[in-house]
C-alpha cells in the first residue's frame, strides 16, 4: 500500500513538524540487520532513502499498538511545503506500507494540535480501494488512483497515459526485474474513462469494468509491477453512521474480521458451460463417467474417515484421469452437486448450458476445463464466478450469467437492528460448508446496491460510489470486534482475459515455404 498525505495547519506548526521529522531521520543510526544485508543482496532495498516510521513512534513514545511497519519516502524537503490562499500552510508527505491514522493522530495531539492531515490511501490488489477523507477535494480531486509501473519496454502511448497526474515517483530495480518507474496519481473519472476506452473500446461497460479489463490487458506490458486497477476513490466520512443512528459504538483496538472462517483457502466456482447440445451433453457424459471411475465403497476406511462420497467420487482428478490416464499431475477439489437433468437448460437454436459448481484449492482449475473442452467440446465454452478467501472474480465481463458488482458475506448470531437484518438477508442464500461457518450470501449489481443502501444512509445527493464506500466501511465497523457477527461487502472483479471470445486465442502467423515446411 501507499499513502499521499498534505498535513496543513498554521505556519509554526507545519515547519515545526517538517523540523522535528527530518531531525529524527538524521538520527536513526543502526546497523542494518542480516535481514536488511540478505535483501539488499538480492537488490530489493529501494534506495530512496526511506526512514521507518518506528523512529517517530519512539519520538513520540507512543504505544507499540499502533501501526508502524511502514515508512516516509525520503526527507521532507522545502518544496513539501506550500502556504494556502487562507494563510495556513501544507506539508506534503509520502509514505509506503498503508495508512497509519493513529500514528499521525497521535503526532498532531502532541506537536501541532491546531493542525489536521487529509491523505489519499491507494489500496492493496486484494481488497482494491482507494480511500481518502478529502470529502471537499482540497488536495485530492480526482476519482480514480492509478498505480502504474513503467519501464524502457512500456509502448510510448501508454507511458505517456499513465505517468499524468502524477502525485508521486520513484524508480526501481532488483535482479528479478527490470529497471521500472513507479508513478502514483488521481484522475477525473471521465478523462480516465475516454483514455481507457482509446486504448479498449468497449462502450458498453462500466468504468469500473473497463479498468479491470484493461488492468488485464496491458499488465504485463507495463513494466515489472505491472498495472494496478484504478480503484474508485472514495471520501470517508467519520461521523460513524450506522453506529449513532442504531445506538451502538465500536471498541477500540483492532478489527477482528473473522475472515479464516470464510472460504479458508477453498476456492468455490459456479460453472455454465455453453455451446451445442450435443457437445454439452458429451461433456456432462464424460464428467458422468469419471465419476464412476472409484467406488466410494471401495475406498479404505481411512479415506472414508476424510472425505465425503462426493468429494471422492467427483474428485478433479477422476476427470483428469479420462482425460489423459498416465498423467501423473493432479488437482486438489471436486465438482459439489450431482450433475442431474435438470443441470442442463436448452438456450434454443441448438445451443445448451450446463451448470455445476467446483471447489479447488486457492484458483479455478481453468487449464482443466480447457482441456476438456479441447477434447469433448471444441465448440463450446465456458463462464464461471470464483469466490477465495473475501476475493470475487468472473470471466462474464458482459454480465451473461453472473452480472454482479458486489458480494455480500454476513454471519449472524444474535438480535441486531432490523434494517440491516433485512438487507443482510432478504435476498440472501444460507450456506453451510464442511470447511465453514454458516453465513448468509447475497449478490448485487451496482444499480440494487444504491437502491437498498439508500434506506439505511438516507443521502440520495452521494455517488453510488461513495455510498456504497461507506456502508462496506459502516457496516464492517458496526460489526468489529463481535464474535457473533461479521459482515463483508466486496467488488467482483471481472477479468477479461479469461472471457471466453473476448480476444482471439490464435495469433495470425505467416505462411511458411514449402523449404520452411520441410
Given at each position: ?12 506548526e507545519?515547519?515545526?513538524l517538517?523540523?522535528r521529522?527530518?531531525d529524527?531521520?538524521?538520527s536513526q ?12 543482496a538480492?537488490?530489493?532495498?529501494r534506495?530512496d532513502?526511506?526512514?521507518?516510521l518506528v523512529h517517530?513512534?519512539?519520538a513520540?513514545?507512543g504505544?507499540?499498538d499502533?501501526?508502524?511497519n511502514g515508512?516516509?519516502c525520503?526527507d521532507?524537503?522545502?518544496d513539501?511545503c506550500r ?5 495556513k500552510?501544507?506539508m506534503?508527505?509520502?509514505?509506503d ?5 493513529d500514528?499521525w ?7 501541532a494540535?491546531n ?7 491507494y489500496g492493496d ?9 478529502d470529502?471537499?477535494h482540497?488536495?485530492?480531486s480526482?476519482d480514480y488512483?492509478v ?10 502511448e501508454?507511458?505517456r ?5 502524477t ?12 529497471d ?8 477525473p473519472r471521465?478523462e480516465?474513462?475516454r483514455?481507457?476506452?482509446a486504448?479498449?473500446?468497449?462502450p ?10 484493461v ?5 504485463l506490458?507495463l513494466?515489472n509491477?505491472?498495472?494496478h486497477p484504478p480503484?474508485p476513490l472514495?471520501g470517508t466520512r467519520t461521523?460513524s453512521?450506522f453506529?449513532?443512528?442504531?445506538g ?6 483492532a ?5 479464516d ?7 468455490y466456482?459456479?460453472y ?6 450435443e457437445e ?7 464428467f458422468?463417467?469419471a465419476f464412476s471411475l ?9 479415506t472414508?474417515?476424510?472425505v ?13 484421469e ?6 501423473e499431475?493432479g ?5 459439489r ?5 435438470e ?7 441448438g ?6 459448481e467446483?471447489?479447488s484449492s486457492y484458483v479455478?482449475?481453468?487449464s482443466l476445463?480447457?482441456d476438456?473442452?479441447?477434447q469433448?467440446?471444441?465448440n463450446?465454452?465456458?463462464?464461471y464466478?470464483?469466490?477465495e478467501?473475501r476475493l ?8 451473461k ?5 458486489y458480494?455480500?458475506f454476513?454471519s449472524i448470531?444474535?438480535?441486531i437492528p ?7 438477508t432478504k435476498?440472501a442464500e ?10 448468509h ?9 444504491r437502491?437498498a443502501l439508500l434506506?439505511?444512509?438516507?443521502h440520495p445527493?452521494?455517488s453510488?460510489e461513495?455510498?456504497i464506500?461507506?456502508?462496506k466501511?459502516e457496516?464492517?465497523r458496526?460489526?468489529?470486534g463481535?464474535?457473533?457477527l461479521?459482515i463483508?461487502?466486496i467488488?467482483v ?12 486465442r ?6 511458411l515455404?514449402e523449404?520452411e515446411t520441410?
Open positions: 500500500m501507499f499513502t499521499h498525505y498534505y498535513f496543513e495547519g498554521p505556519e509554526e507545519i515547519f515545526s517538517r523540523t521529522l527530518n529524527i531521520f538524521k543510526s543502526h546497523p542494518p540487520s542480516e535481514r536488511d544485508k540478505e535483501l539488499a538480492l537488490g530489493f532495498v534506495d532513502g526511506s526512514h521507518d517517530i513512534l519512539d513520540l513514545e504505544s507499540k499502533i501501526r508502524h515508512s516516509v525520503g521532507i524537503s522545502p513539501a502556504q494556502l490562499q487562507d494563510g500552510w501544507s506534503a508527505v509520502n509514505v506500507g498503508g495508512n497509519y491514522r500514528l493522530d497521535l503526532m498532531l495531539r502532541k506537536w494540535p493542525s489536521c492531515y487529509y491523505y489519499l490511501a490488489f486484494r481488497d482494491g480501494d482507494a480511500e481518502s477523507n470529502v471537499e482540497r488536495y485530492f480526482g488512483a498505480r502504474a509501473s513503467l519501464s524502457k519496454e512500456t509502448p510510448e501508454l507511458a497515459i499513465f505517468s499524468r497526474h502525485l508521486y515517483q520513484y524508480s526501481d530495480s532488483n535482479i528479478f526485474s527490470r521500472h518507474d513507479v508513478y502514483y496519481s488521481q484522475w471521465e480516465l474513462y483514455e481507457l476506452l486504448l479498449v473500446p468497449l458498453n461497460i462500466s468504468p469500473d469494468d473497463l479498468a479491470d479489463v488492468a488485464s490487458t496491458i499488465g506490458p513494466g509491477g505491472g498495472y480503484d472514495s461521523s453512521l453506529h449513532s443512528r442504531f451502538r459504538t465500536s471498541p477500540k483496538g478489527t477482528s474480521l473473522k475472515g472462517n470464510i472460504m479458508a483457502n477453498i476456492c466456482t459456479q455454465r458451460f455453453e455451446g451445442p447440445e454439452i451433453r458429451n461433456i456432462g457424459n464424460h458422468q463417467k472409484h467406488s466410494y465403497d471401495e475406498a479404505d476406511e481411512e472414508q474417515r476424510f465425503d462420497r462426493e468429494f471422492y467420487e467427483q474428485h478433479l482428478n477422476n476427470i483428469i479420462l482425460l489423459y490416464p498416465d498423467c499431475y488437482w486438489r477439489g471436486a465438482i452437486g450431482k450433475i442431474t437433468e443441470s442442463y437448460k436448452s438456450l434454443g437454436d445451443q445448451m448450458v450446463l451448470s455445476f467446483a471447489e479455478p482449475v481453468n476445463w480447457n476438456a473442452l479441447s469433448w467440446a471444441p463450446s465454452r465456458y463462464y464466478y470464483a469466490e478467501m470475487e472474480w468472473t470471466n462474464d465481463v458482459f454480465r450469467y453472473f452480472p454482479w458488482d458480494a455480500i454476513a448470531k444474535k438480535n432490523q434494517a440491516i437484518f433485512d438487507f443482510l435476498k444460507y450456506r453451510k460448508r464442511e470447511d465453514q461457518y454458516g453465513y450470501v447475497s449478490y448485487w449489481t451496482r444499480e440494487e446496491m437502491e434506506k439505511l444512509l438516507p445527493e452521494w453510488t461513495d455510498l464506500y461507506v456502508a466501511d457496516l464492517e458496526f460489526a468489529e463481535d464474535e457473533n461479521w463483508f461487502m467488488p472483479r471481472h477479468r477479461a482475459e479469461d472471457a471466453p471470445g473476448f480476444f482471439s490464435e495469433e495470425e502467423e505467416p505462411a515455404s523449404e520441410d
